[in-house]
């Protein structure tokens, strides 16, 4: 039983060994290929990869701030403002922006929270009775729904803080897109 299985299979290999491939030398053969967006998302795709590598150049462009004081209307490692360092920031990556945070509050794309990336700016209020925006900070990740960000905080410096704290939290008013 074991010899005709062999000379069995020995027989399929040969057969295939011989066949002749059939050949058409008459017909021109013409391949079509159709349109699709395959482009389109390669863009797409390449314009994000940019937009994360500026982004991440503006975020270790502050987070080389980290520790440093506050100081009101400062942009030095002496001490800056929460403005101040989104303004050095963006400036040592070539993007002019206000310097003022509640003029910042105007550049740019308004976008909901759930849309926030590495590079996106949230803005505060965090005085009672004020109208008007006077904190900024740059989101620096998104961890499982926590959003990072750093500024500076007028009682601890530059520092990274969480949108899931809730003083930052409670004196959210918007996030902008500006890269």
């Known amino acids: 039983m074991y010899k005709k299985i062999l000379i069995l299979g020995i027989a399929i290999l040969l057969s295939g060994c011989f066949a002749k491939k059939k050949t058409s030398y008459s017909k021109t053969h013409t391949v079509t290929v159709e349109s699709s967006d395959t482009t389109k998302i390669l863009k797409k795709t390449r314009a994000k990869v ?18 440093v004081r506050y100081k009101y209307g400062g942009t030095t490692k002496k001490g800056m403002d929460c403005s101040g360092l989104i303004y050095v920031a963006l400036q040592e990556n070539d993007i002019v922006f206000p310097r003022i945070s509640h003029q910042m509050a105007n550049e740019g794309k308004k976008i909901r929270v759930d849309e926030v990336q590495k590079g996106d700016l949230l803005f505060f209020k965090t005085r009672k009775n004020s109208k008007r925006i006077n904190h900024v900070g740059l989101v620096v990740a998104i961890d499982d729904d926590e959003i990072k960000f750093i500024h ?28």
């Open 50 to 67: 940019e937009e994360n590598r500026e982004a991440d150049k503006v975020i270790a462009s502050a987070m080389a701030f980290s520790g």
């Open 152 to 179: 500076s905080s007028s009682s601890r410096g530059v520092i990274v803080s969480s949108l899931r704290e809730g003083f930052w939290n409670s004196a959210f008013i918007k996030a902008t897109r500006i890269l």
